[in-house]
């Protein structure tokens, strides 16, 4: 079967043995499960319960079919394996160029098992692969092994966090784009992989370039019709840091490590504040018109809202400066920003003060090093506050340290934390773009009224958009329907929104199955303890109170019923029988290496 769209070929590259094999992208893999996000979980299947360090276990670069193509928001991808954080089965969506050059390079997805006996880095032109030497650059930040592998293309790399197997070490794409949560930089340290540098030049053959112009047209509409997007105050002026002041007012913004949800000094780091002082400049996903990323006058990486929240009120911390820079520490560095303010503010709560914002710094380093506390800080949240007997201090769901919404302020957010795969993430569901970010707002954010079907109607959803791979962001203005016709312009496919939906309902329910399988069940889809015994925040006029227990665990059980999952949270019986059948039938991987 002919696929526009795709390649037709991957990669597959043995570490330990030195193999490196081409095979042929399977038919099937792309009408099953369309390609990144969804590739590399199914690639994952028959090998998730070896350690994330083991050499056994694979680490997967994918790209999707509208990676580059003139698709809106196009330039993504999704780098996949099991997390040494959580112990999940994980994937990260990432932009910059460098899904492009794979693509481009020849390749749909990179499959990397095994381990080098030496530092190496894999160099990857136009189907030409070659594993390097790369002795010289171990030891080295990010930003200096861009420098040392300069020279055209796109480069993903990790830095000293990643060499030392800090558990939530990310990986950097270009020097500014993080594949950040869960350490998979970790991952990649563990095979003894520094980097991989890839250039491509040849071209995605698409099937009908009039269609495909018609879905952009209509996409860029909305895109320019959303506030959120487009507006005085939305992402393409001011990122993703736009966030902080709608978050404060909604007394959302998560406050000395969630004893709070609200901090009076958020405005010192806002997003308006930001391009004040950096006098930002817009830049971006190669292929993407919201631009949402800002650098300044400087060259400065200015820090997404996750990073400027947490290491603000998360941390108590008003000092603008020190935000930047420990956002620049953890790029060079190769360490997850949300997990890392989150371990800190972990610390500062179990040594009974607040850090003054040069110790925040500091710790940042400590803990790439490994260095004296440092040490234990790169265990994660969940690890060390168990080290030191006072497990409730971590905020983490499945080990995974959780990002800057206070779920007792959006009820939709609680649910998707706890029953997300990856552990405490918002961006599996993302229903805070229904509670918070549309107007005029229709869903009561502090009720759990009909958030089972909703949250997930949204997981789904976005494992399609991971999948194809697009930004999320898109979608606070578009839709699937939009971008069904894109992806049948772009390959030939015949799909629609349902058809779309029923990809990503099977893309979750294998993630869900795959953790299963590691033994996790009803008993990890909970939220720290805190959010059902203390309130967030009161004034005397608004109060956000604890989250109701028994609304909550009545709320878990329609979720389940929703999907279709047994009372303790598990895939069996007939859905199990169903997703066993399509993984016969949509990923045989017939022709794909054993490893």
Known sequence: ?????????????????????????????????????????????????????????????????????????????????????????????????????????????????????????????????????????????????????????????????????????????????????????????????????????????????????????????????????????????????????????????????????????????????????????????????ILCKKRGQKGEVIPEYETVSHFGALNLNE????????????????????????????????????????????????IGERGDIGDDLAEGSRRFADSVGMPHISMTVKGLELPAYDPRGAYGMALAYATSNRGGCHLRAYPISYEILRKPVYVDRFSFEGKARMVKISEDMNAVVDSLTACKFTFFATTLEEYAKALNAVTGMDHNVQSLLSIGERIWLLERYLNQLNGFSAEDDTLPERFFQEKGYSNGRITVTPIDREAFQETLKRYYRVRGYSENGLIEGALLERLLSDLGKYAPFEGIPVY
């Open 1 to 289: 079967m002919k696929l526009f769209g795709y390649t037709g070929i991957s990669l597959f590259v043995d570490l330990s043995s030195g193999q490196i094999q081409e095979f042929k992208t399977p038919p099937e893999l792309c009408e099953g499960f369309l390609g990144g996000r969804g590739f590399g979980v199914a690639l994952l299947k028959d090998y998730i319960r070896h350690s994330p360090y083991d050499e056994e276990m694979p680490i997967v670069f994918a790209s999707g079919p509208l990676v580059g193509t003139p698709a809106p928001t196009s330039g993504r991808g999704s780098i996949i394996s099991r997390s040494p954080l959580t112990g999940t089965v994980f994937d990260c969506s990432v932009g910059g160029r460098f899904f492009t050059e794979l693509k481009k390079a020849g390749y749909d997805l990179c499959v990397i098992r095994g381990k080098s006996k030496d530092w190496i880095y894999i160099d990857i032109e136009n189907r030409s692969v070659r594993l390097r030497d790369a002795s010289a650059l171990s030891g080295m930040n990010t930003d200096e092994v861009l420098r040392a592998l300069s020279g055209g293309g796109s480069l993903a790399s990790i830095g000293r966090a990643g060499e030392r197997l800090v558990r939530y070490a990310s990986i950097i794409i270009d020097g500014h784009y993080a594949a950040g949560r869960g350490g998979l930089g970790a991952v990649m340290g563990a095979k003894r992989v520094k980097a991989i540098r890839v250039k491509g030049n040849k071209r995605i053959k698409i099937q009908n370039r009039q269609l495909l112009n018609e879905a952009k047209t209509e996409i860029m509409r909305l895109l320019r019709a959303s506030p959120a997007v487009f507006g005085e105050f939305g992402l393409n002026k001011y990122g993703t840091a736009a966030l902080v002041d709608l978050i404060h007012a909604r007394r959302l913004e998560p406050t000395a490590n969630f004893r709070e949800s609200f901090f009076h000094g958020s405005g010192k780091y806002s997003g308006y504040r930001l391009k004040e002082l950096y006098k930002t400049r817009k830049t971006g996903c190669r292929g993407c018109p």
């Open 319 to 366: 000092d603008i400066h020190s935000i930047v820079e420990a956002n620049r520490l953890c790029n060079e560095y190769g360490l997850d920003t949300i997990s890392t303010a989150a371990t800190i503010a972990c610390y500062s709560e179990y040594i009974g003060r607040p850090l003054k914002s040069e110790e925040i710094v500091e710790l940042v380093k400590a």
